[in-house]
C-alpha cells in the first residue's frame, strides 16, 4: 500500500476504487471515528458481503454492538457489570444506538429511565419490552427497575408493565376468593367465572412467567371446577354413578388439585382453599352421598364386585400403585404415551373399606382362596394365619411362581412378576395439601419404572392400585356420629363394627367377610379430626380405581422423556431429556405436518434440554403439539398442550 492510501481517511481506503477496495463507504465523521473503532470486525466481514453494503455508522456500530435489544435489557438490570462487558468501541457503538434508535442516552438518562421507556414500550422500545417478556429469567434486577421507574399517572401506560398493578390485582382476587365461602355454591361458581374473565388476562403478563400471579393462574382452574360442578349431582345405581365420574368426573379433582398446585403455600394457597369450600366440597359430598345412597343395598346384596387381580401370563408383570387416584392415573397415562408407550386405561370398583390392608390383597394375582378375614380391617394367610402384609404376599406369589421385583431389578421376561412403586398414599398422609407439590415427581418415578419394565422386555404391564383418596385444603369435617364403643377397628373415613352393635350411622358389608359391618363417615366427613388427606370411606374419589395396561409399541422411543411442560401465561417451558443425537423439538400445529411449525423456540440449553416458546396470543387457547423428532424425521414423542393452559 502506498504512502498516500496510509496518509488517507479509512473511509477513502476503503472506498477508493483502484488504491482501496471500492466500496461505498459513508465520508461522514461518525462512520470514520467507527471505522477507527471497528476496523477489526469490519475486517473480519468477508469482502464478498461487503461489496453491495453500504458503510456507514450505523453499519458499523451494528459490528460492534451486534444485539442493541439486548444491551439494552443488561444495561436497564445492572449498568455497572453491563459497561464492564464492553470495550470503549463497542460501548461507544452501544450508547450510540440507544441514542439514535431509542431516544435513550445510557450515560446521562440511567437505569430506571430506560426502565421506565421499557416499561411504556413506545416509539421503538416495544420489541425491547417483548425480548424482556420472552426470557424474563435473564434479568432478575429489572422487575425492581420497573417497580421503581413506574409512572404517578399510568393513562395511558399499559398496566401490564409494572409489577405493582399486578399485586394490586392479586391483592383484590385474594380478598374476593376468601369470602367465596359466604355465598351458597351456585352464585361463588358465577362469581368465580366472573373473576376469570376479569383477571385471566393477567396470565399473559409478565408477571405470570416469573410467578407472581399465582392467583391469576390459579383462576383459571377454578373456573374449570365451576364450569364442572355447575350440574346437580345425580343420583342413580353405582354404576351409573361411576360411569359418570369415570367418563369426566374426575377432570373436577384434577383441576382443582391444579388450582392448589398454582399458589405457593402462603397466603395465595389459603385463598385457593377457601374458594374450593365454596365450590368443590359441595360437590365432593353430594357426589359422596349419592354412591352411598346407591352402594348399601348393592354391596349388601352382591352387586358391588371389587375388580378382581388381574389375570397373568408370561410376560406379564404388574406394577401396584398405592393410592393412585383416577385423576392422577390420566396423568401417568399422558406421561406414559408422551414416552411411546401404548395404553388403556379402564376402571373398576375398590374393595370395601377402601383402605390398604383390605384392597391390596385383592390385586394379588394368587389364588385368592388362599386369604381370609383378619381380625381387623386386614386380610390374613388363610385359615388362620399371620395378616397379609407384605412378607405373607410374597411367600404367596413366589409360590405362584411369580418374580417379586425390589427397586430397580426388572427380573425375568419369560415369566410373570409383581412389583411396587410410588409413594402418593404415604405422602399423602404425611404431607396432607402439599402432596400436590409432589405429585409430578411421582408420577414421574412411576412412569420411569413402567418404562424400565418394558424396555427390558416385558409385554404388557399392568398397572393397578387399592384405592383413591380425598383431599381438601382446609380439611374434611369431623363426624361425631359414631360411638366409639361399638368399633373394633377405627380409621379416618370408616370402622369395623362390633357384632350386633347398633348405630346410625351407613354401614356395608366387608369384602372379607360379608356378615362384618363396616361404618362409612357420611358424605366427605371423617371420624378423625384434623384431616386433610383421607380414605376409607365411600366416595367416587376412593372407590373407582384405575387400571392401565401398557405395552410397548414399535415406535417407542427407548431414552427420550418429557419431564415438565409448563405454561406461564404465553410462554412455554419444556425439558426434554435423552435427546439422541441429531434430534429436535418442535412446537407445531398439526402433529404430523412438519411444516406446521407454531413458533420458533426462543431460548435453548441443549445440554440440559430446556425449551422456551413464547406463543402470539392470538394462538391461545388453541391445540398445539410439542413433538420430538429423530435426524430421520422420525416423531420419537409427542405431547398435546393447550396454549396458555397447564389443565
Known amino acids: 500500500v502506498s504512502v498516500d492510501v496510509i496518509n488517507h481517511p479509512l473511509s477513502e481506503i476503503l472506498g477508493a476504487p483502484q488504491a482501496g477496495f471500492g466500496l461505498s463507504v459513508a465520508s461522514d465523521q461518525p462512520t470514520t471515528q467507527g471505522l477507527v473503532a471497528g476496523i477489526g470486525q469490519l475486517l473480519d466481514v468477508p469482502l464478498a458481503q461487503l461489496v453491495n453494503k453500504h458503510i456507514d455508522a450505523d453499519y458499523v456500530n451494528g459490528l460492534l454492538s451486534p444485539d442493541p435489544v439486548r444491551a439494552l435489557l443488561n444495561y436497564i438490570d445492572d449498568p455497572a457489570r453491563s459497561r464492564a462487558s464492553m470495550d470503549a468501541p463497542a ?38 419490552w417483548e425480548r424482556f417478556q420472552q426470557n424474563p429469567d435473564d434479568f432478575p434486577n429489572i422487575p425492581d427497575r420497573l417497580r421503581a421507574a413506574r409512572p404517578d399517572e399510568l393513562l395511558p401506560e399499559p398496566a401490564s408493565a409494572w409489577p405493582q398493578e399486578n399485586e394490586t390485582h392479586e391483592d383484590q382476587l385474594r380478598a374476593i376468593l376468601l369470602d367465596l365461602p359466604n355465598l351458597h355454591a351456585t352464585p361463588a361458581r358465577t362469581e368465580i367465572q366472573r373473576l376469570e374473565r376479569q383477571h385471566g388476562e393477567r396470565r ?3 408477571w405470570s412467567q416469573l410467578g407472581q400471579a399465582p392467583l391469576a393462574n390459579a383462576l383459571q382452574h377454578l373456573a374449570l371446577v365451576a364450569q364442572l360442578t355447575k350440574a346437580a349431582v345425580q343420583s342413580g345405581t353405582v354404576d351409573s354413578i361411576a360411569d359418570r365420574f369415570s367418563e369426566g368426573g374426575w377432570r373436577v379433582d384434577q383441576a382443582a388439585l391444579n388450582a392448589i398446585a398454582e399458589a405457593p403455600s402462603g397466603p395465595a394457597r389459603e385463598a385457593v382453599a377457601r374458594a374450593l369450600d365454596a365450590i368443590y366440597r359441595p360437590w365432593m359430598h353430594d357426589e359422596a352421598v349419592a354412591l352411598q345412597s346407591a352402594i348399601g343395598p348393592e354391596a349388601s346384596t352382591g352387586r358391588y364386585t371389587a375388580a378382581a387381580a388381574p389375570t397373568v401370563a408370561k410376560g406379564d408383570a404388574v406394577v401396584f400403585i398405592d393410592g393412585l387416584r383416577l385423576d392422577i392415573a390420566h396423568r401417568l397415562e399422558a406421561r406414559l404415551e408422551d414416552i411411546g408407550l401404548r395404553t388403556d386405561l379402564t376402571t373398576g370398583f375398590a374393595a ?71 409413594e402418593i398414599d404415604r405422602r399423602g398422609h404425611a404431607l396432607g395439601v402439599d402432596l400436590v407439590d409432589e405429585l409430578d415427581n411421582q408420577i414421574g418415578r412411576i412412569a420411569d419404572r413402567v418404562r424400565e419394565l418394558t424396555v427390558a422386555g416385558w409385554q404388557r404391564v399392568t398397572v393397578v392400585t387399592d384405592h383413591g383418596w380425598l383431599l381438601l385444603p382446609n380439611g374434611l369435617v ?33 369384602h372379607w367377610d ?55 401465561g404465553l410462554r412455554l417451558r419444556a425439558v426434554v431429556t435423552g435427546l439422541p443425537d441429531g434430534a429436535h423439538v418442535e412446537l407445531r400445529e398439526t402433529v404430523g405436518d412438519p411444516n406446521s411449525i407454531l413458533v420458533e423456540h426462543t431460548d435453548v440449553t441443549q445440554a440440559s434440554g430446556q425449551f422456551t416458546w413464547f406463543v402470539p396470543d392470538d394462538h391461545e387457547g388453541e391445540t398445539a403439539h410439542l413433538v420430538v423428532v429423530n435426524a430421520d424425521g422420525r416423531i420419537l414423542l409427542q405431547r398435546a398442550t393447550t396454549v396458555g393452559s397447564n389443565s
Not at 381387623?376 to 412378607?391: C, E, I, M
Open 352 to 422: 370395601l373399606p377402601t383402605i390398604t390392608q383390605t384392597a391390596k390383597p385383592v390385586l394379588v394375582p394368587i389364588d385368592q382362596t388362599q386369604l381370609a378375614a383378619g381380625e381387623q380391617l386386614d386380610a390374613r394367610r388363610a385359615p388362620d394365619g399371620p395378616s397379609a402384609g407384605v412378607n405373607v404376599l410374597r411367600s404367596l406369589m413366589a409360590t405362584a411362581q411369580i418374580q417379586v421385583l425390589v427397586g430397580d431389578d426388572v427380573g425375568d421376561p419369560s415369566g410373570t412378576a409383581w412389583t411396587e412403586t410410588g
Open 514 to 568: 360379608n356378615d362384618v359391618r363396616i361404618a362409612v363417615a357420611h358424605g366427605i366427613t371423617c371420624f378423625e379430626v384434623g384431616k386433610t388427606y383421607e380414605h376409607g370411606g365411600v366416595s367416587p374419589q376412593e372407590c373407582v380405581v384405575p387400571r392401565l395396561v401398557v405395552t410397548a409399541s414399535a415406535t417407542m422411543a427407548s431414552t427420550v422423556s418429557l419431564d415438565e411442560l409448563i405454561w406461564r
Open 204 to 206: 399473559k403478563w409478565v
Open 478 to 510: 369431623k363426624n361425631e356420629s359414631l360411638p366409639v364403643a361399638v368399633t373394633v377397628k377405627r380409621k379416618g373415613r370408616c370402622a369395623r363394627v362390633k357384632p350386633g352393635a347398633h348405630l346410625e350411622t351407613p354401614t356395608v358389608p366387608w
Open 91 to 128: 460501548w461507544a457503538a452501544f450508547t450510540q444506538q440507544a441514542q439514535d434508535d431509542y431516544a435513550f442516552s445510557p450515560a446521562s438518562d440511567g437505569e430506571l429511565r430506560g426502565a421506565r421507556l421499557l416499561g411504556q414500550a413506545k416509539n421503538g422500545w416495544a420489541p425491547v
